[in-house]
């Protein structure tokens, strides 16, 4: 069974530039989930689809950010446009709709950084 | 919102030692507590899980204990190897899940 996967592993834009990151989750997983963690520190929620619907996006920083799972298979984030702090990896997990609070599959983060 | 505090942040050990992560948690309606493993530049990878019901869970090296009363649960790694080095993440939650800020543990051999 292929894991999460996330497109792409590293992404060095300019600040000011436009960046879209893609996860592709596991088959037959509802739940998909963004996470970013900032060097050093911990690793942040930032939304929950369940299929294409957000379920949670509390954890979005402000509207630069975008998110869409169109289709309710893979998702991407977009940043638009890109500051310095948001620098950092931007992970991606899936889970059963089922049960929603087993354990999330982590993908390997796509590696943001804005220079 | 929940808060999980981790500590240490660094922690040393001799090969054969034992280490211990604690985590601390503020929101009562957690019910899940997974720990992630991540070594350098790959996922976070779960290493072991506990329910809120639950109050230890062991696998091989590995323990998790709970105290809900308390709102603190800890990892427990025995007879620690050099490849058990990387960072290793505690999380609660229950619709979504907070993470601690990670301890980065160092296995001498």
């Known amino acids: 069974e292929a894991g999460v996967t996330q497109f792409p592993s590293h992404s060095v834009i300019e600040k000011g530039q436009t960046v879209t990151l893609r996860c592709d989750p596991i088959?037959?997983?509802?739940?998909l989930y963004w996470y970013r963690r900032v060097m050093g520190k911990e690793i942040k929620f930032l939304l929950h689809?369940?299929?294409?619907?957000?379920?949670?996006e509390s954890g979005m920083p402000n509207n630069r950010f975008l998110a869409e799972r169109t289709g309710g298979t893979y998702s991407t984030l977009k940043v638009q446009p890109a500051e310095l702090e948001d620098s950092g990896v931007y992970f991606c997990?899936?889970?059963?709709?089922?049960?929603?609070?087993?354990?999330?599959?982590f993908g390997d983060g796509t590696r943001l950084s804005i220079l | 919102g929940e808060n999980v505090e981790q500590h240490p942040s660094t922690l040393s050990v001799q090969e054969g030692d034992s280490a211990v992560i604690k985590c601390t948690y503020s929101?009562?309606?957690?019910?899940?507590f997974p720990w992630y493993k991540q070594e350098l530049g790959k996922r976070p990878q779960l290493i072991i899980d506990?329910?809120?019901?639950?109050g230890e869970k062991k696998d091989q090296r590995i323990a998790v204990t709970l105290n809900k009363t308390a709102k603190h649960f800890s990892l427990h790694i025995t007879e620690t190897q050099p490849e058990d080095s990387a960072v290793y993440f505690c999380?609660?939650?229950?619709?979504?899940?907070?993470f601690g800020s990670g301890t980065k543990l160092n296995v001498k051999p």
């Open positions: 997990a899936s889970s059963q709709v089922k049960t929603h609070d087993l354990p999330q599959h």
């Open positions: 999380a609660a939650g229950f619709n979504k899940f907070y």
């Open positions: 088959s037959g997983h509802d739940n």
């Open positions: 689809f369940v299929k294409e619907s957000k379920q949670d």
């Open positions: 929101d009562s309606a957690s019910n899940y």
């Open positions: 506990i329910r809120s019901n639950v």
